[in-house]
């Protein structure tokens, strides 16, 4: 079974620049959940989307935005890009959901940085 | 306010040695507790989870313990390897129904294991 793919692994950019990132979770998991993970504050929960909802969402920005599709891609994006949004950012699929017992499967994140 | 901490943040031991990491965490309703490998620009990989009702779980040379009355966790390597070399993740679970369970990480440790 393939794991969680996430495109591009890595990307630069200018700020005031908006930026799309991919993520494409493992066969039959309906659930994907995003994070940004900076050395200073760890993993930051952005959101959360299940069947093409968004379920839950972390204390983010407007500038943070996503989106999940029928076959349960999702996309996150990104605008009006600021130095500190420099980060990894993962993309994790679960069978359930990010906020439930099941177990979370990370993609290996797309590296972020803004010029 | 839900807090997850953990000690050490680094730690550096020779190979075939064993060692302990820890977290404590602030969190309530206590739903359940995971730890977390990452290796270097890849996204973190779970080593166990378990619930109120367990005290102790193993992977391997992994085993993790937990005491839900002190709100403590650890998580004991033994006979540590080369490829043991990466950050551990604490990340407990919040809430008592699925879907309004909300995750808080901890930052956590940086293991290098030296030859």
């Known amino acids: 079974k393939a794991g969680v793919t996430q495109t591009p692994r890595y990307l630069i950019k200018t700020r005031g620049q908006q930026v799309t990132l991919s993520c494409s979770p493992i066969s039959g998991h309906r659930s994907v959940s995003w994070y940004q993970q900076t050395p200073g504050q760890g993993l930051q929960f952005l959101f959360e989307?299940?069947?093409?909802?968004?379920?839950n969402k972390g204390n983010f920005p407007g500038r943070f935005s996503g989106r999940q599709f029928s076959n349960s891609r999702s996309e996150m994006n990104v605008s009006t890009l600021e130095l500190g949004d420099s980060a990894l950012y993962l993309c994790?699929?679960?069978?359930?959901?990010?906020?439930?017992?099941?177990?979370?499967?990370f993609g290996p994140g797309t590296r972020l940085t803004v010029l | 306010k839900n807090q997850v901490e953990q000690s050490p943040q680094s730690l550096i031991i020779l190979e075939g040695k064993n060692c302990t990491l820890q977290c404590n965490y602030t969190v309530s309703p206590f739903s359940n507790l995971r730890w977390y490998k990452q290796d270097t620009g890849r996204g973190p990989v779970s080593l166990t989870i378990?619930?109120?009702?367990?005290n102790t779980k193993s992977n391997g040379r992994y085993t993790a313990t937990l005491d839900a009355d002190t709100k403590q966790s650890s998580l004991h390597i033994t006979a540590s390897q080369l490829s043991d070399s990466a950050s551990y993740i604490c990340?407990?679970?919040?809430?008592?129904?699925?879907?309004?369970?909300?995750?808080?990480f901890g930052t956590g440790t940086r293991l290098t294991i030296i030859p």
């Open positions: 378990m619930t109120f009702s367990e």
């Open positions: 990340v407990v679970s919040a809430g008592t129904n699925f879907g309004n369970e909300k995750l808080t």
């Open positions: 989307y299940f069947s093409e909802t968004q379920r």
């Open positions: 994790a699929s679960s069978s359930a959901g990010a906020r439930s017992y099941n177990e979370q499967f």
